[in-house]
């Protein structure tokens, strides 16, 4: 019954475990498990996604936040973060670019900037959705209210990301100012779903103070709440948070959670993440080789890149967008897959 093994076997069946079996086959990680689930995931992904890998363009509009957040880079209360915000025009010609390249999907991720108004947002979405009707666009903006994230759906957003970061309570608290609530988190969540959007959640792995019960919860959540896609990746501390001293998270066990997430949901979008990829040299190669689907490399101007620093050492920093095109596409040949054109919607399964 707590054989992990057995537990694999259960996973890959029902797609669902109880959280002590969770939290179990966390604990018991080994080379073994990880090589056993590791074969299960990629086998499952080839099943619904063959050897396609989905790329988005990653345009990073604002690094303002009006937040705290202990572990981020770009935290209202870190007076050397450079700020930095893309003009309209800018962001269209990041777009173009990316068309160009063939992305056909643009991220727009920024802090949460109360300059972007809602205004400002659906005049920008409809441009986009006029000039590239073949794209889809992504919003990662954090928080905002139901009557907001409802107005830039209608204007054409197609998608939001927005990372719960911990399903566990507690923990969410330790990461976070007081002014910010998880409550809130996931009743925005919620809404996003409600309203229509492809929803991303997602969780660091190895922040501070999380163990594998909070592991063993978030991958609950993402079990019950379906999301179309869930971003994660280690923990990287930034050298201008509170978090300075903190340990950072693991390649190895994020790829592990990677496995253990295709076979809760075999059309899950998981992206190989830059903080995987700041690692280690071949971070999002193990990322796809242990059952992810997406990359999604950078498309902001290079002069704005450094100044979107949420952890230290970011890679990426000084390419121009053409040039991490075509080094995630060798990257991806070198493995045995393929970058694809494609918007990259989730199969249904
Ligand atoms: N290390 C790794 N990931 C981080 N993020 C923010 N700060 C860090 C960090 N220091 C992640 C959060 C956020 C996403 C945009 O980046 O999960 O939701
Ligand atoms: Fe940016 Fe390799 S993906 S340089």
């Known amino acids: 019954m707590s054989d992990p093994v057995f537990l694999i076997q259960k996973l890959e069946q029902t797609h669902s475990l109880r959280p002590e079996e969770y939290e179990l086959l966390l604990r018991a990680r080994n080379e073994t498990l990880t090589a056993l689930l590791q074969e299960r995931a990629v086998a499952v992904r080839k099943a619904v996604y063959g050897n396609a890998v989905f790329t988005r363009g990653l345009i990073e509009i604002s690094s303002f936040c009006k937040n705290n957040c202990l572990y981020c880079g770009i935290r209202r209360d870190n007076p050397k973060a450079e700020r930095y915000r893309l003009s309209p025009e800018e962001i269209l010609s990041c777009c173009r670019e990316g068309w160009a390249l063939g992305f056909r999907t643009f991220v727009l991720q920024g802090g949460e900037d109360p300059f972007f108004s809602d205004e400002l947002l659906t005049s920008l979405l409809r441009q986009i959705k006029q000039n590239y009707p073949d794209c889809a666009v992504t919003l990662s903006l954090g928080e905002r209210s139901r009557a907001s994230y409802e107005r830039l759906f209608e204007a054409g957003a197609d ?142 101007p290079v002069s704005v890149r450094k100044k979107y620093a949420l952890y230290d050492n970011k890679i990426c920093t000084g390419e121009e967008s053409a040039q991490c095109r075509s080094c995630l596409s060798q990257r991806m040949d070198s493995i045995g897959y393929q970058l694809v054109t494609d918007r990259g919607d989730p199969k249904v399964f």
């Not at 959640?201 to 999380?210: E, R």
């Not at 592990?256 to 690692?279: M, V």
């Not at 040299?281 to 999604?296: D, F, S, T, Y």
């Open 159 to 300: 998608r939001y990301l927005l990372r719960h970061e911990t399903a566990c309570k507690s923990h969410y608290e330790r990461l976070h100012p007081a002014e910010l609530s998880w409550d809130h988190r996931m009743q925005c969540l919620r809404e996003l779903k409600e309203i229509g959007y492809q929803v991303g959640c997602g969780f660091m792995v190895g922040s501070p103070g999380q163990t594998e019960r909070e592991l063993a919860m978030d991958l609950k959540f993402v079990e019950s709440f379906r999301p179309a896609m869930c971003g994660i990746g280690p923990f990287i501390p930034h050298r201008d948070t509170p978090f300075a001293d903190c340990p950072g998270g693991s390649v190895a066990l994020s790829c592990y959670l990677l496995s253990i997430l295709r076979l809760i949901q075999p059309n899950l979008l998981l992206p190989a993440t830059t903080a995987l990829g700041t690692l280690d040299p071949l971070g999002r190669e193990k990322g796809i080789q242990a059952g992810a689907n997406v990359v999604m490399p950078n498309l902001s």
